[in-house]
């Protein structure tokens, strides 16, 4: 992030989007959250797939952060 306080790249808003995650328990749902970049959506609509299957424990931390680690990467060239 520019400075360290806007987002200049789409893992920057990811990286975001899980801070607040983590701190009030955000739940996404495709209906309730309007994003108009298309790239970001994709993201969203995946992240809103996952997220569940970890917050119930079907996965756990380490195959989550796998996993966003690995949407970071496919998305960091994305800008």
Do not use: A, C
């Not at 790249?9 to 009030?24: A, C, F, G, H, Q």
Request: aromatic letters at 10%; charged letters at 40%; a neutral charge.
């Amino acid at each position: 992030m520019k400075n360290g306080n806007e987002p200049e790249t789409y893992t920057d808003v990811i990286d975001l989007l899980v801070k607040i995650e983590k701190s009030i328990s955000l739940h996404i749902v495709k209906e309730k959250i309007t994003v108009s970049d298309s790239v970001l959506q994709y993201f969203l609509e995946d992240w809103g797939k996952m997220l569940p299957l970890f917050h119930k424990g079907t996965i756990d931390d380490k195959l989550y952060k796998l996993w966003l680690d690995d949407k970071k990467k496919e998305y960091e060239k994305r800008r």
